[in-house]
């Protein structure tokens, strides 16, 4: 069953984070999709743009309005995600725990990705 892993971080945190900091978080992501890669369970991994360069496009009774930054207004921000095909919540739970000590002081969310609408070739 794949899951996707989201990684949120304090937004005011991203305009505080050393380099060093940042280098010994690639180097435990680096690490983290070796371990997956190895297993044969990584489906996708990647960091995202600063929250202040997203945009956002709402839908409401058929009018588009379009904002700068993420649609929540939270102090959190995404940051990143991983697919990962884990046999039950256990192996989930797993990566997750992993997934946080890299990013530090964060937060992941994971759940199962549900792909009955998905289209297939």
């Known amino acids: 069953m794949d899951y996707m892993f989201?990684?949120?971080?304090?937004r005011a945190g991203?305009?505080?984070?050393?380099?060093?900091?940042?280098?010994?978080?690639?180097?435990?992501?680096?690490?983290?999709?070796?371990?997956?890669?190895?297993?044969?369970?990584?489906?996708?991994?990647?960091?995202?743009?600063?929250?202040?360069?997203?945009?956002?496009?709402?839908?409401?009774?058929?009018?588009?309005t379009y904002t700068d930054g993420p649609?929540?207004?939270?102090?959190?921000?995404?940051?990143?995600?991983y697919v990962i095909d884990c046999k039950d919540d256990d192996e989930a739970q797993y990566w997750a725990k992993k997934l946080a000590h890299a990013g530090r002081k964060c937060t992941i969310e994971y759940r199962k990705i549900d792909h009955r609408g998905r289209q297939h070739d």
């Open 71 to 81: 649609f929540a207004e939270t102090k959190e921000a995404l940051g990143g995600y």
């Open 14 to 64: 991203y305009r505080s984070v050393t380099p060093e900091l940042i280098a010994d978080a690639i180097k435990d992501h680096q690490a983290i999709q070796e371990e997956a890669r190895g297993k044969g369970v990584l489906k996708g991994a990647a960091g995202l743009g600063l929250p202040d360069d997203a945009k956002s496009i709402h839908l409401s009774d058929g009018n588009f």
């Open 6 to 10: 989201l990684i949120y971080h304090d």
